[in-house]
């Protein structure tokens, strides 16, 4: 089970690279700041991406989350507040994966943040909460 624990962290850091490169300006995967928001967040009224602060604080998450999982196998034991963390990290992914498939049916958007959130993001979402929780019953 260790090796979805690694899985499960080099997912999480690519995301954390991903929103540290979002919070020094870069806009892939959108054209400009206003396509880049309307594909990831879900909304063009400010034109931009969230602060760089939030970015950064999200990446900080996702990469305290990495560590926290690639730690588990081999501290777990000694350490049960790493399990915590663990059974927290699914939570938090397994709430955002089905909240994106319950929520755009109430505010749809018509941004192509819709489409991606059912094809993408909530799927990526299940599927790292699943993980993450196999390897800790395994």
């Known amino acids: 089970m260790e090796s979805l ?15 540290v490169a979002w919070g020094l300006g870069v806009v892939w995967p959108g054209r400009n700041p206003q396509d880049l928001a309307g594909k990831v967040v879900g ?3 400010v034109g931009r991406m969230p602060l760089s602060f939030a970015c950064f604080a999200v990446a900080a998450g996702l990469s305290g989350a990495a560590v926290s999982l690639a730690l588990l196998p081999h501290l777990g034991d000694g350490w049960p507040l790493l399990r915590v963390m663990g059974f927290a990290v699914a939570a ?21 943040f819709d ?23 395994g």
Do not use: Q
Request: with cysteine; proline share 5%; glycine share 10%.
């Open 5 to 19: 624990f690694w899985l499960v962290g080099l997912v999480l850091m690519g995301l954390a690279l991903l929103h």
């Open 43 to 45: 909304s063009t009224e």
């Open 92 to 112: 938090v992914f397994l709430l955002r994966g089905l909240l994106g498939y319950i929520l755009p049916r109430l505010t749809r958007t018509g941004l192509p």
């Open 115 to 137: 489409r991606l959130n059912r094809l993408i993001y909530s799927p990526l979402c299940l599927a790292l909460a699943g993980l993450t929780l196999l390897a800790l019953w």
